[in-house]
């Protein structure tokens, strides 16, 4: 399915963004690797997103083509304890596959909305662990059409970072995951006790990008952004939630340009009370160029 002049509200968490130029929804590698080398040949720069979850659309929009991967969502359980998944399978989706083969270690992952491509972008994670911590290799599209595969190590994963979140023209197709045998009833109660314990903590009632910050060494942003009153402080349609003042929430209505100006208050006024500058966790894409 191909579609133009698609507006990326509709396909992002936060329900914000301008509309994409050309949105495609590869079912395989091979659709993947012909949108790379039709780009190529027309000078199209190429954009790679899953479920839309940790990213900020430009009111822009975004130029050329947006690939959205989430029909690359198979899943296949391997021998010795690994597991297969394609770049657009939901984290809750690969979680919920690896626990019923009896595996264990992904309990964390099973809440994070996102796909198992953008996990890997960004390494995320939550209750101290994350998506490197498991993965045993990962299979890149190069700029050039190679079709590579890398080990863990040559990830470079680090707090919220990997080799692809240096602006390298690299994209996912899938991961293999090395787990542990588990007992799938203890880790179903775990992944149900991780899961309530966001919903009371986290303001899922409204829509958002996640986390907006990274931790900042020796502190965490949500604490520093409550002790600088700004619960509930809001610029246009986006707000500080009075839940969980890590997050910014779009309220109803909230453009690209609230969030980021709200992003920037809030660094200011954190630096100004703590000495701590906030960087943003959100990626920010589309327009003209990224600005954080």
């Known amino acids: 399915m191909t579609l133009f002049d698609e507006p990326m509200s509709r396909y992002t968490t ?3 963004g301008g509309a994409a130029d050309i949105l495609v929804f590869p079912e395989a590698t091979d659709d993947f690797l012909k949108i790379l080398k039709i780009c190529e040949r027309n000078n199209l720069p190429l954009t790679a997103l899953g479920d839309g979850s940790n990213v900020l659309v430009s009111d822009e929009g975004i130029r050329g083509v947006v690939v959205i991967t989430n029909k690359m969502n198979d899943v296949e359980i391997l021998e010795n304890n690994r597991i297969r998944a394609q770049a657009g399978t939901r984290l809750s989706k690969l979680a919920d596959a690896a626990v019923t083969a009896g595996l264990d270690g992904l309990a964390f992952a099973s809440g994070i909305p996102g796909t198992v491509g953008g996990a890997i972008y960004m ?3 939550a209750y101290g662990h994350d998506i490197g911590e498991f993965i ?13 595969s890398k080990s863990a190590a040559e990830m470079g994963f680090g707090y919220r970072k990997s080799i692809l979140a240096d ?3 690299m994209f996912v197709i899938e991961a293999v995951f090395k787990l542990r045998p588990g007992d799938p009833e203890k880790t179903r ?7 309530a314990r966001r919903k009371e903590s986290q303001p899922l009632e409204y829509r958002s990008a996640g986390s907006t910050f ?11 952004i409550e002790d600088s009153g700004l619960k509930g402080f809001g610029i246009g349609g986006a707000e500080v939630s009075e839940k969980h003042a890590g997050f910014i929430i779009n309220k109803g209505g909230a453009t690209a340009k609230d969030v980021l100006e709200l992003i920037e208050a809030i660094r200011q006024k954190v630096h100004q009370n703590f000495g701590v500058w906030l ?3 959100v990626r920010v894409i589309g327009g003209h160029k990224c600005v954080l």
């Open 14 to 16: 936060f329900g914000i």
């Open 123 to 125: 390494n995320a994670g």
């Open 136 to 148: 045993e290799s990962v299979t890149l599209l190069m700029p050039d059409g190679a079709i590579v």
């Open 167 to 169: 602006g390298s023209a």
């Open 189 to 195: 109660r775990e992944m149900k006790d991780l899961n």
């Open 214 to 224: 990274k931790r900042p060494e020796g502190h965490f942003a949500g604490k520093l």
């Open 279 to 281: 960087e943003p966790e």
